[in-house]
T-cell receptor, first 117, second 113 residues
Framework: GAVVSQHPSRVICKSGTSVKIECRSL??????MFWYRQFPKQSLMLMAT?????????EQGVEKDKFLINHASLTLSTLTVTSAHPEDSSFYIC?????????????FGPGTRLLVL | AQTVTQSQPEMSVQEAETVTLSCTYD???????LFWYKQPPSRQMILVIR??????QNATENRFSVNFQKAAKSFSLKISDSQLGDAAMYFC??????????FGSGTKLNVKP
């Protein structure tokens, strides 16, 4: 089956530093990649949608200058949390989508836990 | 507004028994897709089952089946012969164009041995 990896799985950083999270589709090319944020015991909140070679589409309330998304290829998308602060601590999940029309399927990465001190 | 509601924050089921998780949604779209995802303690989201709204037949995947009531905008998940490994958070989700997915708040399923 399709596999999506995320790196790192866990990161601890100091306030004010930037953190980059990678999302890779290992055995398929993803037409679209999504970035979600999940708070403890809550649902997934969509942050942005990215397509290869184009600018990401951010959801309302998500600061695009703070959460930089780069979709460099059909198998790689990165999320950079710039000047991270403790309130950015969360679980970040990416997903990669493949297929067409009714056969489109979303595959999730294992998530990255970010702790900002 | 496009919303997904899971009214059961937590449920418990005895091993080998059957449990049904509820989900309702709100949309004005006529063609869309519905999903149930499982998130175990590892936090890896796993697709359990999907349903195309244009199909009247309820989807089934081994022990998992859905009861899709389009007019009522209801999409419940039935787990038969529950196993300890079924314990997880279950999220209902839908999309109409695969550009955005709407997730419910989740139901935590406990399986008692």
């Amino acid at each position: 089956g399709a596999v999506v990896s995320q790196h790192p799985s866990r990161v601890i950083c100091k306030s004010g530093t930037s953190v980059k999270i990678e999302c890779r589709s290992l055995d398929f090319q993803a037409t679209t990649m999504f970035w979600y944020r999940q708070f403890p015991k809550q649902s997934l909140m969509l942050m942005a949608t990215s397509n290869e070679g184009s600018k990401a589409t951010y959801e309302q309330g998500v600061e695009k200058d703070k959460f930089l998304i780069n979709h460099a290829s059909l198998t790689l998308s990165t999320l950079t949390v710039t000047s991270a602060h403790p309130e950015d601590s969360s679980f970040y999940i990416c997903s990669a989508q493949t297929g067409q029309g009714a056969r489109e399927t979303q595959y999730f990465g294992p998530g990255t836990r970010l702790l900002v001190l | 507004a496009q919303t997904v509601t899971q009214s059961q924050p937590e449920m418990s089921v005895q091993e080998a028994e059957t449990v049904t998780l509820s989900c309702t949604y709100d949309t004005s779209e006529s063609d869309y897709y519905l999903f149930w995802y499982k998130q175990p303690p590892s936090r890896q989201m796993i697709l359990v089952i999907r349903q195309e709204a244009y199909k009247q037949q309820n989807a089934t995947e081994n022990r998992f089946s859905v009861n899709f009531q389009k007019a009522a905008k209801s999409f419940s998940l039935k787990i038969s012969d529950s196993q300890l490994g079924d314990a997880a958070m279950y999220f209902c989700a839908w999309t109409y164009n695969f550009n955005k997915f709407y997730f419910g708040s989740g139901t935590k399923l406990n399986v008692k041995p």
